[in-house]
């Protein structure tokens, strides 16, 4: 058997789209080091080399929560009613 498979030219979703996918509805956590930090939390203090954080973050990316332990990043964002999504 041959199928005749077609491909799109352009993007289902364009840029804009993809990035709003999830936004007030997803969020997931993200381990980081105290290096890290000063880019997604310019206002953080400055850290000790090689602490390791958990940052909350929505969908977009947009970080919410800073936190030393991940089941209180992941309670904040239920708390939110924000499910938690994992990144691979």
Do not use: C
Not at 55 to 80: C, K, M, Q
């Amino acid at each position: 058997m041959n199928f005749d498979i077609k491909h799109h030219a352009e993007p289902v979703l364009d840029v804009a789209e993809l990035a709003a996918l999830g936004l007030g509805e997803m969020a997931y956590v993200k381990p980081m080091e105290a290096d890290e930090i000063a880019r997604l939390f310019p206002q953080a203090p400055k850290l000790q080399s090689g602490t390791q954080l958990f940052a909350l973050l929505s969908a977009s990316g947009e970080p919410i929560l800073l936190t030393d332990n991940r089941d209180a990043a992941v309670a904040n964002a239920w708390a939110h009613d924000l499910t938690t999504v994992s990144l691979h």
